[in-house]
């Protein structure tokens, strides 16, 4: 039976960077969840339609799924494509829906932020691009959330999910599906997975950090059942509710374990982790570390070496943030170039208009127009391809790279928890004071141009301003952003690199301290904080 049940709005439902992002706790609160689906059904009219949902199995999501299998049954939804047990990775939501031609999909994740009780849970919204909802779309979404009075939703039992295939739920069929089979077709299509399979079975050693998250049995599958990986090379490979109290978040810092091992003696020819819903990745070599920019420039540079590449890329994206270095890349490739705000939204557009092929982000996000999200395991697969053709170490193709294009040495700073209202001032406070940088002098560097970040979307016309930047003569940058994803306060970002043309085994931290001194200064980030410095450095 289907029933209608009266609501009151919250007031808090506005998506950010990637999907709505808050406390479990928040989520948890009564018809929070039931509101917010109601809200973008109401906006996206689904019935008779088909749609793609999982999640990366943190606390909340099997509850969760079962509230987004009875609304949408109540709400016409023709089927729903289901990833067994309710898990599902964002890449491989988005190849599902690109490859069934469904009408969209939901993820249920707050991606790399902490799981649990007390940690953050999450919802991504995809339409039939098999990428994110434009942000036009989610503020009707968010308008809708504001005046919600009612929701629909059938009352049956709860339906389970471990079998694999196709069973009614009212009016509804739901189909549970095994989502790593494709996934795995879908990789084999574009890497050289032979060459893989040599090189492992002639004794290269990896590791893989699946941070207890949802990779975890597609990385089993795909590097030790499929390549040939030493079996145990695949580390936290089952997805736990609260990722076994890890911050699932693929960094330096996050990822201790796996950078414990890269590190230490005897450690393995090659090391990566992927994020709570496997779309980010972090690449390590022995004793070294690959930095997201540089990650995307450099297989950029080798995209001939890739079977499903070596007929040509039409060009690459990046979000502002991130550092140049692959711009130089496309210079030297003479092909396109865009930067673009943060967010993968931002790059669907150029990629199903064929301007782009591969794109990234500083935040640990890679990936190419086989989907329309950013994909941990494709970049993971992506460097084990190049490491197969060319016979070279992740150090040795990083420092080759930097001798032809130079090095951006680069480092992102964030000053976690401030209150909303100072960040805002503090942002408001910078915008004010950017016209009278422009020219100046300061710490060592020229300012070429100190602006806001504005970018207008070639395909719908759209114009998006995001985050500040000041450009330096000698090619260095400092960027503020305010997150969009931080589930509670407010989050200031600070992206500072340094190009060198040169000098290419500096420390990074001392490279761009003259960069963090101006930052700090022109910002007023210690006054209006209260902070020295920065909570996180990545
Ligand atoms: C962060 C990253 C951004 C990324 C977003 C979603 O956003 O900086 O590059 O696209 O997370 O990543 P923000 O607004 O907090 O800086 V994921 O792995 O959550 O989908
Ligand atoms: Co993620």
Not at 208 to 223: K, L, Q, R, S
Not at 303 to 325: D, E, R
Not at 360 to 367: A, I, Q, R, V
Not at 438 to 460: H, R, S
Request: charged letters at 25%; aromatic letters at 10%; hydrophobic letters at 40%.
């Amino acid at each position: 039976m289907i029933e209608i049940i009266k609501t009151t709005p919250y007031t808090d439902q506005k998506m950010g960077t990637a999907g709505l992002r808050k406390k479990s706790k928040v989520v948890m609160q009564e018809h929070y969840f039931e509101n917010f689906l109601q809200s973008i059904f109401n906006v996206i009219a689904p019935e008779g339609k088909t749609f793609v949902i999982g999640g990366d199995g943190r606390f909340y999501n099997s509850i969760a799924i079962q509230k987004l299998i009875k609304m949408s049954a109540a709400n016409g939804v023709k089927k729903l494509i289901v990833g067994k047990n309710g898990y599902l990775s964002t890449p491989a939501s988005s190849n599902m829906i690109l490859k069934n031609h469904t009408d969209g999909g939901f993820v249920l994740t707050a991606s790399h932020n902490p799981g649990g009780e007390n940690g953050d849970f999450g919802i991504k919204y995809a339409t039939e691009t098999g990428g994110q909802c434009s942000s036009q779309v989610s503020d009707k979404i968010f308008e809708q959330t504001k005046n919600i009075t009612e929701f629909k939703i059938l009352q049956c039992e709860d339906i389970k999910l471990d079998t694999l295939g196709s069973q009614k739920v009212g009016e509804m069929e739901v189909e549970i599906v095994d989502p790593i089979t494709d996934y795995v077709k879908l990789m084999e299509s574009i890497f050289d997975f032979d060459a893989i399979k040599k090189m492992f079975a002639n004794g290269f050693t990896m590791r893989f950090d699946a941070m207890n998250a949802v990779t975890g049995p597609y990385a089993i599958e795909i590097f030790e059942n499929v390549l040939g990986a030493a079996k145990g090379s695949v580390l936290n490979a089952t997805p736990k509710q609260d990722f076994g109290g890890l911050h699932p978040d693929p960094n330096l810092v996050y990822a201790k374990e796996l950078v414990d091992i890269m590190y230490g003696e005897n450690a393995p020819d090659f090391g990566a982790a992927n994020d709570g819903d496997g779309d980010r990745n972090m690449i390590l070599g022995k004793k070294f570390f690959v930095t997201p920019s540089d990650s995307l420039a450099i297989l950029t540079d080798n995209y001939a070496l890739i079977p499903a590449y070596k007929g040509g890329i039409f060009g690459v994206a990046k979000s502002m943030a991130t550092s140049t270095a692959v711009a130089r890349v496309a210079d030297a490739h003479k092909i396109g170039y865009y930067e673009v705000p943060t967010g993968w939204k931002y790059f669907v557009n150029l990629m199903d208009s064929k301007r782009i092929t591969f794109c990234g982000e500083e935040s640990f996000g890679t990936g190419s127009s086989h989907i329309r999200e950013k994909d941990g395991i494709w970049a993971v697969l992506f460097w084990l391809n190049i490491i197969a053709a060319t016979g070279k170490s992740v150090e040795e193709i990083t420092t080759e790279h930097w001798q032809k294009y130079g090095r951006s040495y680069y480092l992102r700073f964030d000053f976690d928890g401030i209150p909303t209202d100072i960040a805002n001032d503090l942002m408001k406070n910078l915008e004010e004071k950017l016209p009278s940088l422009n020219g100046q002098e300061m710490n060592g560097f020229k300012i070429k141009l100190a602006e806001v970040f504005t970018y207008n979307d070639p395909v719908d016309h759209s114009s998006t301003s995001n985050g500040m930047r000041i450009l330096m003569e000698d090619g260095s940058r400092i960027v503020f952003r305010l997150s969009g994803t931080s589930s509670s306060g407010a989050t200031l970002r600070v992206y500072l690199e340094k190009l060198e043309r040169n000098k290419f085994d500096a420390n990074p931290r001392d490279m761009v301290d003259e960069l963090l001194k101006m930052a700090m200064n022109i910002a007023e980030i210690e006054k209006r904080t209260g902070k020295k410095q920065a909570d996180v450095t990545t």
